[in-house]
């Protein structure tokens, strides 16, 4: 899946002439952590996604492949461990709880 996904972005670098290497989408691959069973691959992607938004890695201009996986494993670890898929569910849930009450 990832390999599809980074080449449509490359399609689309290519195909803007006006991307500057400010703009263009860049990918890089490492290792995440992975759920040890069937069902929690969404909220382990979920979690791969807010590990690495973080400002500290979004604001480095060059980012190594060991500092993302660092970050990673540290967000799985500070989010419960074991727990991880319990809390993150519960977060997610919080969220949409929230966003449900302003909405109203």
Same mark, same amino acid.
């Given at each position: 899946?990832?390999? =599809? /996904?980074?080449? &449509?972005?490359? %399609?689309?670098?290519? #195909? #803007?002439?006006? &991307?500057?290497?400010? #703009?263009?989408?860049?990918? *890089? ?8 069973? !069937?069902?929690?691959?969404? /909220?382990?992607? @979920? $979690?791969?996604?807010? &590990? @690495?938004? $973080?400002?500290? %890695?979004? %604001?480095?201009? =060059? /980012?190594?492949?060991?500092?993302? +996986?660092?970050? %990673? ?6 989010? $419960? !461990? &074991? +727990?991880?898929? =319990?809390?993150?569910?519960?977060? /997610?849930? $919080? ?7 302003? *909405?109203?």
């Amino acid at each position: 899946v990832s390999a =599809k /996904i980074c080449q &449509a972005f490359s %399609l689309h670098n290519d #195909n #803007n002439a006006a &991307a500057t290497p400010s #703009n263009k989408v860049t990918f *890089t691959h490492c290792s995440t952590p992975q759920q040890n069973n !069937g069902h929690d691959c969404g /909220i382990f992607a @979920l $979690g791969a996604a807010e &590990a @690495l938004s $973080g400002p500290s %890695l979004w %604001l480095a201009h =060059k /980012i190594a492949v060991q500092d993302m +996986e660092n970050a %990673l494993m540290s967000f799985v670890d500070a989010s $419960g !461990g &074991a +727990e991880f898929a =319990k809390r993150m569910r519960q977060k /997610i849930g $919080g969220d949409i709880r929230k966003l449900a009450a302003t *909405t109203q």
